[in-house]
């Protein structure tokens, strides 16, 4: 385990410090899991990024082509 000594904006602080109170967790939990979240969701991004590089936009028309042209049902409809 690695301990960080970091400053944060106080008002950040109390945010953080209310959330973790309400979520029944300990600072350290809270912000644990916050970073990882956002770990995460970075690499989430660059691995869309890299499969979207790695794309075809000609094979993707190709493909939509094959769909019916038909009206979509009702319970699929937003």
């Known amino acids: 385990m690695t301990t960080i000594n970091k ?6 602080f109390h945010q953080v410090k209310t959330i973790a109170e309400d979520e029944e ?5 809270f912000i644990g899991l916050a970073l990882a979240s956002q770990i995460s ?8 990024a890299k499969r979207a590089a790695k794309g075809d936009w000609e094979k993707a028309r190709e493909t939509l082509a094959k769909a019916p042209d038909v009206e ?3 319970y699929d409809k937003l």
Request: proline share 5%.
């Open 41 to 48: 969701s970075w690499n989430v991004g660059k691995t869309f």
């Open 25 to 29: 967790m300990t600072l350290d939990q």
């Open 7 to 12: 400053k944060i904006p106080d008002t950040l």
């Open 72 to 74: 979509t049902e009702d």
